[in-house]
């Protein structure tokens, strides 16, 4: 995975421990097993080859708020994005969760089928790993609303399209410096 093309900023932050001096932990090959089983998909290779590098990290260090990156909505609107962090396969399943499950207060499923947070901000604006069978693996990008994915004003037109690969993604991020 280290031969994948990304910022040299994010390449030094994964390479290191974190601030508080833990070292990476990467995904195990179980852990990204165990959830394929469990929610019954197949990860891209790009994003398994990174989790078993690198694993579930956090993305900001003391001079870096975060990282950026940019998606296009269907109305060619453009945003610059937060990454704050790329989630492992235990943050992926829980939090659809939470945005599916009664539980939590939802109306309705909050995201669309097949589609899981994998990035994390500051609130809930999320990077979606596409795992449908005719986009596998491209990277999207939602802010979640309280209400059921479908409702009007929350729908695919609140999906931005980032980028067509885990590894493009990778590619694409940038620094946020404070």
Known sequence: ?????????????LDLPDEMGRPPKPVTPKDIEDFELSENVRMPEDLKAFWLTYGARQLGSK?????????????????????????GPHALAETRQRYLDPLYGNSGPRLPEALYPLTFDDGYGHCLIDLTPEHHGRILYIVIKAKTFGARGYDWNSVGVVENSFADFLASLTPDYL
């Open 1 to 13: 995975m280290t031969n994948i093309t990304m910022h040299e900023a994010l390449r030094s932050l």
């Open 63 to 87: 001079s870096i708020f975060c990282f950026k990156a940019k998606t296009t909505f269907a109305n060619e609107k453009k945003k610059r994005i937060d990454v704050g962090a790329i989630g």
